[in-house]
């Protein structure tokens, strides 16, 4: 399937349903677009951050794996911090 | 393969070549290229790229072996590895262009990420949403496949069926005989790098390098100074062979600039050079102040890609003021080696002469030709007999 994350088109599922995610869908579909690593991760930890301070726990979880990926792939100096949230959260290892 | 020359299949599967050459059908026959290909290329130490290829930690370059999809890749250590560039989870291609990895690989489908070592290090969603562990998926059982590897002279080897002895093993005459020139050796950048594309077997460019035999009719430009008489072959009987000259002249300009010397070769390797056919797909060069690789892409049965790059010492790749002596020496041998691109695609063309009986050899001139058809053979018979097993 088309690989857009988040396509402003269709509604956030409900399990990450946020303002905030809707307000950052736009910045992160054009991050997308110029595959600017540095800007995603910074929005999808920002968004995964947001959730997490919500008590969405899953919802959080799923963005700043999004994050994690990314900064992973970036060589990002995040990557370990998210990583550490990920594994607090036993979402990873 | 033709109805005339059935020559060679023996019931016991043993290739027996009879004193003549290999078949028409190890160059035309599109089962006897998967058998043979299987059993040359699969089995022993292939050439498949050049170090300078992934300069810094972080390269990354995907190559096509006979189809087979592989990443070569310099980790954070600086040392190059030899990847399956296939993800363990679904099978997508990782790597698609030479790239420039800043972290880890991301498989592009459902991003699971790999060191540059090869270790799986997540797996995204894969027990859910957010979710990044499953009992079921065992990272350190999933990493990337790795494919036995080795550099020599900045060829990139790989053994893909790991099989073969250990490459210090495997190249152990071909180390000894050039110990002397077992010293850093810097690409020459750019403009000494070059590839000629030529509709021909790959086998059949080793065996035209391999002798000297065609040098003053294909080569005119060359009896000038390096006659057919100041060569001299070399056959390390299942190993290499090629050919060597005793009258090297050292490339130089107008005003009379030469490359600087390896350091510390013997007085020989003042007017001595030699050119290899390290089996079985790379071909070497050395001189006393430069050195080239020829890598054999087998890219068809009857298409070959040939991968050229130049070194010198690091005085010699670098500096500005012998640039353009640099690029000069490339089209030198760029010249030599299209004057050949001729012959290797005649003789390809010749093969599909049904009456062609793999031809003769001279007993004093095709000595290092008629020992790669013999390894080519015994690759082929010792293929068959461990099938038979």
């Known amino acids: 399937m088309p690989g857009a994350p988040l396509p402003s088109d269709r509604p956030v599922p409900a399990h990450t349903g946020s303002s905030v995610v809707g307000r950052l869908d736009d910045a992160l579909l054009d991050a997308h677009a110029r595959e600017d690593r540095e800007t995603l991760v910074a929005l999808y930890a920002e968004a995964g951050d947001h959730e997490l301070a919500a008590g969405n726990v899953d919802a959080g979880c799923f963005f700043l794996t999004h994050a994690y990926v990314y900064a992973l792939e970036a060589g990002h100096p995040d990557a370990d911090r998210l990583h550490a949230v990920l594994k607090r959260h036993g979402r990873d290892c | ?389």
């Open chain 2, 1 to 389: 393969m033709n109805s005339i020359d059935r020559r060679g299949f023996e019931a016991s599967g043993a290739l027996d070549l009879e004193g003549r050459g290999l078949p028409n059908a190890h160059y035309i026959d599109p089962d006897m290229f998967r058998e043979e290909s299987e059993a040359v290329l699969i089995r022993n130490w292939t050439g498949i790229g050049f170090g300078k290829d992934v300069p810094d930690p972080g390269s990354a370059k995907p190559v096509d072996l006979l189809g087979i999809p592989l990443l070569i890749v310099r980790d954070a250590d600086g040392e190059i590895g030899v990847f399956q560039n296939t993800c363990r989870h679904r099978g997508m291609i990782l790597v698609d262009r030479p790239k420039k990895l800043r972290g880890v690989i991301r498989c592009p489908y459902h991003s699971w990420c790999y060191s540059l070592k090869g270790d799986l290090r997540t797996t995204p969603h894969v027990g859910g949403p957010g979710h990044n562990m499953h009992a079921d998926i065992r990272r350190e059982e999933l990493g990337l496949v790795r494919i036995r590897s080795h550099v020599w002279r900045d060829v990139v080897f790989v053994n893909v069926s790991g099989t073969a002895p250990a490459f210090e093993d495997y190249a152990a005459t071909a180390l000894s005989r050039w110990a002397e020139f077992e010293k850093p050796m810097v690409f020459g950048g750019p403009d000494s790098v070059f590839s000629l594309e030529v509709e021909t077997n790959w086998k059949l460019a080793v065996e035209n390098y391999c002798e000297s035999y065609h040098l003053p009719w294909v080569h005119p430009g060359l009896n000038s100074y390096s006659r057919l008489e100041d060569h001299y072959n070399i056959e390390e009987p299942g190993h290499f062979s090629g050919q060597g000259t005793t009258v090297y002249r050292r490339f130089s300009d107008d005003a009379g600039r030469v490359f600087p010397d390896i350091e510390g070769l013997s007085q020989k390797w003042d007017t001595a050079a030699e050119y290899l056919a390290f089996y079985p797909n790379v071909l070497f060069g050395v001189h006393r102040d430069h050195a080239f690789a020829i890598l054999l892409e087998p890219v068809a049965i009857d298409r070959t890609i040939e991968h050229i790059a130049l070194y010198y010492t690091a005085e010699g790749a670098t500096a500005p003021d012998l640039a353009e002596m640099r690029r000069a020496n490339a089209q030198q041998w760029r010249t030599v080696f299209e004057e050949d691109v001729g012959v290797v695609e005649g003789m390809q063309r010749g093969r599909h002469g049904p009456l062609f009986d793999g031809g003769v050899f001279s007993p004093v001139m095709d000595g290092p030709t008629r020992l790669f058809h013999e390894w080519v053979a015994a690759q082929i018979t010792n293929a068959r007999r461990t099938a038979s097993i």
